[in-house]
């Protein structure tokens, strides 16, 4: 009877995404937000981008570690971005000149329950992903995720306008899929405190998930350049 079964191939381990030292929100202290913008960390405790994935898999869950702003810092927020807090996840394909395409995403979630805690959301239907895709925070309206003040081993990018990067309030959230959107500012000394758990499978990517058509051939990783739009901080 034994003779006859066949061997099942373990199943491929999950790998969290940013996992990481602690780090502060900074909220209610210093209160700085993530508001209206998409965006992923580059530089994680000096390791060069973390969110980027080696291989085929799924993205099947995100965790987020939120601050505690005030009643009054989350009634300015709120009016200030149009909304309570909220947060998704975002897979995005590189190209040239920082662009890069939307090319799947999560739910929004409702932040506002789990203000001052760390809260693992589970994704119903996982995010395919291929290698070089970007794991990518989206925030449609403000969400208190953000440590500031931290060494220069950290640095994040952003969808804003590489002219405008000290505008934190400008619209950049990028939500249409399928979109092309510049991420033009890279911010030293702050981090994103999310992170997403990648699920490898067994396919093959088809080879043009690597870069988008109008891709990046040419240049280096830009968390060893980040050259346009850098600021310290938010």
């Not at 009643?71 to 709120?78: E, G, I, V, W, Y």
């Not at 995010?127 to 640095?155: C, H, M, N």
């Not at 990067?165 to 399928?178: E, K, L, P």
């Not at 500012?185 to 067994?202: H, Q, S, V």
Request: hydrophobic letters at 30%.
């Amino acid at each position: 009877m034994l003779a006859g079964l066949l061997a099942l191939p373990a199943a491929a381990q999950a790998v969290e995404l940013g996992e990481a030292g602690r780090a502060k929100a900074s909220c209610p202290e210093r209160c700085q937000v993530l508001g209206r913008v998409s965006g992923y960390q580059l530089k994680l405790e000096g390791r060069r981008s973390p969110f980027k994935v080696d291989r085929p898999g799924r993205i099947t869950a995100f965790g987020v570690t939120l601050g505690t702003p005030t009643a009054s810092q989350q009634r300015f927020f709120t009016s200030t971005f149009g909304g309570p807090p909220q947060a998704r996840l975002s897979i995005l394909r590189r190209g040239t000149k920082r662009k890069h395409r939307l090319v799947a995403q999560s739910p929004a979630f409702d932040l506002t329950p789990h203000l001052g805690t760390t809260h693992r959301f589970r994704l119903r239907e996982p995010l395919a992903v291929r290698k070089d895709y970007i794991v990518a925070l989206t925030v449609p309206t403000w969400a208190p995720t953000f440590a500031v003040d931290l060494s220069s081993q950290e640095g994040w990018r952003s969808s804003r306008d590489a002219r405008r990067c000290a505008d934190v309030r400008q619209r950049a959230a990028q939500q249409r899929v399928g979109g092309l959107r510049t991420y033009g500012c890279f911010y030293r000394t702050a981090r994103i405190l999310y992170t997403a758990t990648f699920e490898p499978t067994e396919e093959d990517g088809d080879g043009d998930g690597d870069r988008d058509r109008e891709g990046d051939r040419g240049r280096n990783d830009p968390a060893q350049n980040p050259d346009g739009g850098e600021r310290d901080g938010r």
